[in-house]
């Protein structure tokens, strides 16, 4: 039988090496299958997690087209740029809410309640969009997470949610990098002086409070409604007031805006 000499001068069988990969592959094999069952117990967990990421990445674009439109090509109309997007939602799920039965029973219990929602997300948007002409990208993204606080304080009050001493832990150092965050603007930068920037991140934080009491009131109207219900009715309502708000405040500057390749894109990504 052949033998090799292992790194310590050792001689190590045929037999031996065989026995160590059959160890590896079983190790790796038990692995692999608790990953796999862990996956399958806590699946919706990690479905609302990979979700949220994905979420997080698409508003963070949102972000960078808007302060580009900002920066680059001096355009500034956060209303005219939410416009299209609830019209796309309003296209795509209002004829599917038509279509069905009840579409004339919902429309009368609850027209008013997304009436009042959809002024609510159109404003929210409205005023953290605006942020981008006065404050940092970098302000911003984190400013937003103003909203969570606000949105489990709703959630305490409105829905009877519990939370765990781990979230209010979060909750504080949430607001304590928010204050340190809004301190350090107020002295300003080489391109904006303080009040700008004070003022920038005044217009978010008021954006981050409506879109807290949207994505609460979201939360209560999916679980006891529906999704579609909601995408759709927010899309049209949506479309309305974002349409009355641009003919109103940004008639003028969509008109003296330079069309090009570039722009176009930009608004086509956010």
Not at 3 to 30: D, V
Not at 92 to 116: A, Q
Not at 245 to 267: C, D, H, M, N, P
Request: hydrophobic share 50%; aromatic share 12%; charged share 15%.
């Amino acid at each position: 039988m052949e033998e090799e000499w292992s790194s310590e001068g050792e001689r190590t069988s045929p037999s031996c090496r065989a026995g160590c990969w059959y160890i590896i592959k079983s190790c790796c094999r038990t692995v692999c299958l608790r990953i796999w069952e862990y996956i399958k117990l806590h699946r919706k967990l990690l479905y609302a997690v990979f979700g949220g990421q994905i979420l997080a990445l698409f508003l963070c674009g949102t972000g960078v087209t808007s302060q580009a439109l900002e920066e680059f090509h001096n355009i500034a109309v956060p209303t005219a740029q939410l416009f299209f997007v609830y019209f796309l939602m309003a296209f795509i799920f209002g004829p599917v809410l038509i279509c069905r039965k009840n579409f004339l029973t919902v429309l009368k219990e609850n027209w008013w309640k997304y009436i009042i929602l959809g002024v609510i997300d159109v404003e929210a948007n409205f005023l953290v969009v605006s942020a981008y002409k006065y404050t940092t990208l970098t302000s911003i993204q984190v400013l937003d997470s103003f909203t969570i606080v606000v949105v489990l304080v709703l959630s305490f009050i409105f829905l009877r949610s519990r939370y765990l001493i781990v979230h209010v832990v979060g909750v504080i150092m949430c607001m304590v990098g928010i204050l340190s965050l809004i301190l350090a603007d107020l002295k300003g930068s080489r391109n904006n002086t303080g009040s700008d920037l004070l003022f920038g991140d005044l217009l978010c934080l008021a954006g981050t409070v409506l879109y807290a009491i949207s994505n609460v009131a979201q939360e209560y109207l999916v679980k006891n409604h529906s999704r579609i219900e909601w995408l759709a009715f927010i899309g049209i309502v949506g479309s309305v007031v974002s349409g009355i708000q641009v003919s109103v405040l940004e008639r003028v500057k969509i008109a003296s805006i330079s069309w090009s390749s570039s722009v176009g894109g930009l608004f086509f990504v956010f």
